[in-house]
């Protein structure tokens, strides 16, 4: 089998499952006790949360926030956000390239009486900051803007949306859950309030993520209850995973240099045999500014699940842009955000490497696109 579909999950890396084995066995004990066994899983959270904070460069570990992933993250970031402020304002100003956990949360707002904006990215798939400004109100209360978008790999310049932001005196909430572990960030440098993290996307375990919170920012629960980290998101934690995704993100950003160039160089080396080797090919997404390990292809005239298909048959595993629920492919909103003409949309499939993508693997699967583009397979 062929693993090109690292955007929707990563297989969990060994050492980090060895981490994780002790709290799941003999370490079983509740953070919140006051006896040794106690003890030993607060103390684990403690690094955990010390390992986050060094990952993203934030200032305290006070301000790390365990979640149960991605979602619940983007989730507590808008509605804790928009709840806190209504007295101040109801305009939040997102994109409408974002995850469903983004877009879903700002509909649910929006039918309680908020106003949105979605923001279109340019041709190559990037929301640019003239955007952003243009959108500003007096009555605006958030901004969030994903760092990196997770179907056709696009960067943005969330650097200088940050310091708008924070100029404008509006929160920016960046969902960073393609970049963590795979590009390089400072939530100080970026001027980022609120940024979402999730484990599984870099080699750690499912169903466990982070929010960042900048200290001092005033943000309402989303989940009440025996005020565990620090009242602010109640449920016993879930230590072994909590484990996981401290010892993930600090192995990633740790070898992130060298992995991204490698993985750089197998994404250019595919995007350039494609375009070489297959005429009507056509990539999505910006070939500057983008993931190391996104490759959006669109091959016209035939159909995306037909695309997936033949490449399952041939043992590869891949995806239809967003990864929707039971396997469904529904037009992408990224692609058709961009205004990709409908054939190209139909016919887009992404790649997405990760630590144990080959260049062999990836020859292999070129010539299988081959195969389907010339209609041999
Ligand atoms: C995967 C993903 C999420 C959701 O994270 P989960 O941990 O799976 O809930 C949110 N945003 C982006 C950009 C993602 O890629």
Request: neutral net charge; charged residues 25%.
């Given at each position: 089998?062929?693993?090109?579909?690292?955007a929707?999950t990563?297989?969990?890396?060994?050492?980090?499952l060895?981490i994780m084995?002790?709290?799941?066995?003999e370490?079983?004990?509740n953070a919140s006790?006051?006896y040794?066994?106690?003890?030993s899983?607060?103390?684990?959270?403690d690094?955990a949360?010390?390992?986050?904070?060094?990952?993203i460069?934030?200032?305290?570990t006070?301000e790390?926030f365990f979640t149960?992933?991605?979602?619940?993250?983007?989730n507590w970031a808008?509605?804790?956000i928009?709840?806190a402020?209504?007295q101040?304002?109801?305009?939040?100003?997102t994109?409408?390239i974002e995850h469903h956990?983004?877009?879903?949360t700002?509909?649910?707002?929006?039918?309680?009486?908020?106003e949105?904006t979605?923001?279109?990215?340019?041709?190559?798939?990037i929301?640019?900051?003239?955007?952003?400004?243009e959108a500003v109100r007096p009555?605006t209360?958030?901004?969030?803007?994903?760092w990196?978008n997770n179907?056709m790999?696009?960067?943005?310049?969330i650097g200088?949306?940050?310091?708008f932001a924070?100029q404008?005196?509006?929160c920016?909430h960046?969902?960073?859950?393609q970049a963590?572990?795979?590009?390089?960030?400072n939530?100080e440098?970026e001027?980022i309030?609120?940024?979402s993290?999730s484990?599984h996307k870099?080699?750690?375990?499912?169903?466990?993520g982070a929010?960042y919170?900048?200290?001092?920012?005033?943000?309402e629960?989303l989940i009440?209850g025996g005020?565990?980290?620090?009242g602010?998101?109640s449920?016993t934690e879930?230590v072994?995973?909590?484990?996981?995704?401290g010892?993930a993100?600090?192995?990633?950003?740790?070898?992130?240099?060298k992995e991204a160039?490698?993985?750089m160089?197998?994404?250019?080396?595919?995007?350039?045999?494609?375009?070489?080797e297959i005429?009507?090919?056509r990539?999505n997404?910006s070939?500057i500014n983008?993931l190391?390990?996104?490759v959006?292809v669109s091959?016209p005239g035939?159909?995306?699940e037909?695309i997936?298909?033949?490449?399952?048959?041939a043992?590869?595993?891949?995806?239809?842009g967003s990864?929707c629920?039971?396997?469904?492919i529904g037009?992408s909103?990224?692609?058709?955000?961009?205004?990709?003409?409908?054939?190209r949309?139909?016919?887009?499939?992404?790649?997405?490497?990760?630590?144990?993508t080959?260049l062999?693997?990836?020859?292999?699967?070129?010539?299988?696109l081959k195969?389907?583009a010339f209609?041999k397979?």
């Amino acid at each position: 089998m062929i693993y090109l579909d690292n955007a929707a999950t990563t297989r969990l890396r060994p050492e980090v499952l060895q981490i994780m084995l002790p709290y799941m066995e003999e370490e079983y004990g509740n953070a919140s006790g006051g006896y040794a066994l106690a003890r030993s899983a607060h103390g684990a959270l403690d690094r955990a949360r010390e390992q986050l904070k060094n990952a993203i460069h934030a200032k305290k570990t006070r301000e790390i926030f365990f979640t149960s992933g991605g979602t619940e993250s983007d989730n507590w970031a808008i509605k804790g956000i928009a709840y806190a402020n209504r007295q101040k304002g109801r305009h939040i100003i997102t994109s409408a390239i974002e995850h469903h956990a983004v877009l879903e949360t700002c509909g649910f707002l929006q039918k309680e009486g908020f106003e949105i904006t979605y923001l279109r990215p340019g041709k190559d798939g990037i929301i640019s900051l003239d955007a952003v400004r243009e959108a500003v109100r007096p009555d605006t209360i958030l901004i969030s803007i994903m760092w990196a978008n997770n179907e056709m790999g696009a960067i943005n310049p969330i650097g200088q949306i940050g310091k708008f932001a924070r100029q404008q005196g509006i929160c920016f909430h960046t969902d960073a859950v393609q970049a963590a572990g795979h590009l390089s960030i400072n939530v100080e440098q970026e001027n980022i309030d609120l940024l979402s993290i999730s484990a599984h996307k870099f080699h750690g375990p499912k169903g466990v993520g982070a929010l960042y919170v900048r200290e001092g920012l005033k943000l309402e629960n989303l989940i009440n209850g025996g005020a565990q980290e620090r009242g602010k998101r109640s449920g016993t934690e879930n230590v072994p995973a909590i484990v996981g995704l401290g010892e993930a993100i600090h192995l990633a950003v740790q070898e992130l240099p060298k992995e991204a160039e490698r993985i750089m160089k197998l994404r250019d080396h595919m995007i350039k045999r494609i375009l070489n080797e297959i005429p009507n090919a056509r990539i999505n997404g910006s070939t500057i500014n983008r993931l190391p390990g996104n490759v959006n292809v669109s091959l016209p005239g035939i159909r995306s699940e037909i695309i997936l298909f033949k490449m399952d048959m041939a043992g590869i595993a891949c995806s239809g842009g967003s990864a929707c629920t039971a396997g469904a492919i529904g037009k992408s909103h990224v692609l058709t955000a961009m205004e990709l003409e409908e054939e190209r949309v139909s016919s887009a499939i992404r790649f997405s490497f990760g630590l144990y993508t080959t260049l062999e693997e990836i020859d292999q699967t070129v010539e299988q696109l081959k195969n389907i583009a010339f209609l041999k397979n």
